[in-house]
Nanobody, 116 residues
């Protein structure tokens, strides 16, 4: 199974930016789709952004226009550029990769905290 490791989380002020990275142990080109999710205590994990093998992207309404998902298959890395951060973006962010032949892989999560 492919290992995914997130990084780039931390503390940001409202209105600031962070870029999350998700490094895969193997090539990301094998994945049909890759995703970013987030979760806060006591709540279900929320889908934030999606990117397909062809580069088609999708976003939750709450982050549309502020977050950008991208993937660099040459570097085996998924990214989430987060701009205009809000306190409600505070959560643990997880990356997920799906392949029809390999199934799902998840990262361990990275904490993002946005102060007002």
């Amino acid at each position: 199974q492919v290992q995914l490791v997130e990084s780039g989380g931390g503390l940001a002020q409202a209105g600031g930016s962070l870029r999350l990275s998700c490094a895969a142990s193997g090539s990301t080109s094998v994945f049909d789709s890759m995703y970013w999710y987030r979760q806060t205590p006591g709540k279900q994990r929320e889908l934030v952004a999606t990117i397909t093998r062809s580069g088609t992207t999708g976003y939750a309404d709450s982050v549309k226009g502020r977050f950008t998902i991208s993937r660099d298959n040459a570097k085996s890395t998924l990214y989430l550029q987060m701009n205009s951060l809000r306190p409600e973006d505070t959560a643990v962010y997880f990356c997920r990769a799906y392949s029809s032949t390999r199934g799902d892989s998840w990262g361990q999560g990275t904490q993002v905290t946005v102060s007002s």
